[in-house]
């Protein structure tokens, strides 16, 4: 008994913890159980009931199915099944009538013709990586109508009913599912993209304002910053399949806060592929703070302070950077540190330059010069980003 | 004319490229066809027609939405639907019954708040990291079938029909999918999963095997290398969430070809991080191989034969342990490439360490120390591989 209470009181810190790292959670599922919901008590009531029979249960399907964590998501479901199933279904209504015409016999062999043909044609469509991106669900709901009606066996008056009923629920199914997501605190894909843009830059930043400190920092010596805090970057370096998927929610939403329709999303993924070179030359950087090889006096104090500078105006650049995406305003002071941070770099250039070494082993100064040259390498990537904006 | 001509001819140029790249896509999509086909033809003859009725639909339905690519991925759709349908359907029943004891008034009430609670419920339990990658699909359909199964007042009989039919036709669906899907050119995705590991590897290994004699090589010196098959190991960089579908759909699949039932999939995560931790050093060398700066000749000659030594014994290695992944037989000769790689690390540490420069000036000297470094960083990274296996 011990053992499982302990299990439980673990669980129900799990489940509180979902809760609290995005409250949205909860919002939205108590959205989808009341659109159910709605849905549901309007198949049961009998008026309805009686109209539409047990197509009505195609209503709570779409809503089961089509509600989304975003509003791009939703409604990216909604109108690809809305239009699919319209599309398959005046396809299949074709494609029966031409079946029934060809005798008892041809019938059944022309029809399973129809089908073999369009599902092997439309499943290979989805591997194209732009319909797959888009139009996945979308051109399986197509093959599932058009099997569905062409194979049915109604006579046509039954099916051109049938027909008006299923579009009819399925649009109410739809509407209802959009408009709860839309009017309940709605989870917009675009603001995620946008902050997820803004707050990957500014983990870079948070690395790069401190490694400088923390890459001279004698063992032992002076307070040790959060090792944590520092290792949020590498979540930029997967985030490649998150921002893409963002970006293709995003596409189907309408204007909302500061975002018009037809708002360049693409740019994000432009944007997003430069920050995560920025974040691979970082995880390369993170490598050295750990070094065994310690950095000789003399050359240390001639890098040291060239450095850390170079490293904290970076940092700082990239939080003002990722502070004016998130606000949307031209970035007012990232342009003057990234020009100290160059000025920085220019000075170490100029002391590795002119202080011809004597006495020094090569091996000793491996670290120190390649987080210089790694460094260099943040600041034109940084540039980039700048630029990009 | 003339564009829609080129159009046509790209368009069709596609379809080839897209086929060609992977064959199994165009096996796929005929095996879809043909399941279709099959379970279609199935509801359209009038016996079976007469004995489920309507539900037959369900069949198709399931075959559209279960067939995966993966033999994983479709056994897990099809057992979590299965599944996912029983247990739905048994407590709506009872939600069903424990509502209509109620009274009338009661009815509509309580039937609505059960449907809330579930729904908002198993939504919120979707979010949890480990239901979503394995049992997404099965908590959709159980709010689904619960939704339609207690909200559909049919009477008790009735329903018990129904759900007897509903349970049959799934069970008819999921089996077909499962039986083309496992019969006919199968495609496993731990096998998959068990290529990706190795080409990842091998991919890496193609770039360092040549990284060395590409660095040094003078500009218009000697043939240049195809850089398009450097830069394959791009790919490796964003690799984590395919590998983790992967092995989310690997876990479903019974023993096959040198596989057994609970093959430790999990275990290639961990080596897919280690291979990308070895990428992202992979990637900081990429960017010194158009390096401005020039080495200086006398340290250029002295480091020349043991770094580009040190990068090809490295990539040797690697490509070894790609061959020993694929073979699944323990690596060859891998180990004494990386002595080698070792060997030739230690001999330029011992050069840099004894020679002591002397009026040299160290920006020069940035690229070359750096890339050794890094180099460095990748054998370590490589050991680590080399011992995961």
Known sequence: PERSKAK???????????????????NHSVKVGLAITLVSLFYYFEPLYDGFGDSAMWAVMTVVVVFEFSVGAT?????????????????????????????????????????FLLATTV????????????????????????????????????MLDMAHKRVSTILIGSLTAVFVCICICPVWAGDDLHNLAATNIEKLGIFLEHFGVEFFRKPGE??????????????????????????NFARWEPGHGQFKFRHPWKHYLKFGSLTRQCAYRVEALNGYLNSDIKTPPEIQGMIQDSCTKMSSELGKALKELALAIKRMTPPSSASSHLVK??????????????DLCSGINLLEVVPAVTVTSLLFEVISCTEKIAEAI
Chains 1, 2 share one sequence.
């Open 123 to 158: 499943t290979f469509v989805r591997f194209f990586p732009r319909m797959k991106a888009r139009y996945d669900y979308g051109l399986l709901i197509f093959i599932l109508t058009f099997c569905l009606i062409s194979v049915s066996g109604y006579r046509d008056d039954e």
């Open 222 to 247: 002076g307070e040790s910053i959060n090792k944590a805090s520092l290792q949020g970057y590498k979540s930029v370096l997967n985030s490649k399949n998150m921002e893409e998927s963002l970006v």
């Open 75 to 115: 409604l990216g479901r909604g109108l690809n099944r809305g239009l699919a199933t319209f599309l398959a279904g005046a396809l299949g209504f074709g494609a029966h009538r031409l079946a029934t015409l060809s005798g008892e016999k041809g019938e059944p062999m022309l029809l399973g013709l129809f089908v």
């Open 8 to 26: 439980i009181v673990e669980c129900a810190r799990k489940i509180k913890k979902l809760g609290q790292d995005d409250p949205r959670r909860v």
């Open 341 to 354: 941070s160059k000025n920085a770099a220019k000075n170490l250039k100029f002391l590795l330059y002119s």
